[in-house]
């Protein structure tokens, strides 16, 4: 890698750290009134989203959000005591258990959406529809890039666990 293109993706990169810890401490600032986090927020989404009101497991949830399982678990352990989600077992196999939303759950999500759509608001100011379009697509490349990265990581952790 040549220097200039090393500065030029440090700049880059490092922006998007502070860029999403700058998102992590406005978003919670703006839904303060609720008490939640982003955090919690990005969970009470990923269990909203179209077809899983069935729920999804901790493991596809911790997939889901590319958080570990035992960040979930915490997670999901806070927005239990504040009756938000439950974990019920699967009726064909007793061993699995679904996360899903409450029906406290889910009118806390449909009003959490109407603070979450201010912020965007907010937050893309300026930014045109093709702008956003083409915003997404990039950093899907860039998570197609990081995702890759990170299963070459645990493949190599494997081999030399198998190495052993």
Not at 37 to 63: F, H, I, K
Request: proline share 1%; charged share 25%.
């Amino acid at each position: 890698m040549s220097d200039e293109r090393f500065h030029m993706a440090n700049r880059l990169l490092f922006r998007m750290f502070k860029t999403t810890n700058l998102m992590h401490v406005t978003g919670t600032a703006w839904t303060a009134s609720l008490k939640l986090t982003t955090q919690q927020w990005s969970v009470l989404g990923a269990l909203a989203s179209p077809g899983y009101d069935d729920g999804l497991t901790v493991n596809e949830l911790a997939e889901y959000l590319f958080v570990s399982r035992q960040n979930v678990n915490g997670l999901l352990d806070r927005l239990e005591q504040a009756k938000l989600t439950e974990r019920v077992q699967n009726a064909s196999d007793r061993r699995v258990r679904f996360v899903r939303l409450t029906k406290k759950g889910k009118a806390i999500w449909s009003n959490l959406s109407n603070e979450i759509g201010s912020y965007y608001d907010a937050a893309l100011d300026g930014f045109s529809d093709e702008e956003i379009v083409q915003f997404q697509y990039l950093t899907d490349r860039l998570m197609t890039n990081l995702l890759q990265i990170r299963e070459e990581k645990e493949n190599r952790k494997k081999g030399t666990i198998d190495q052993v």
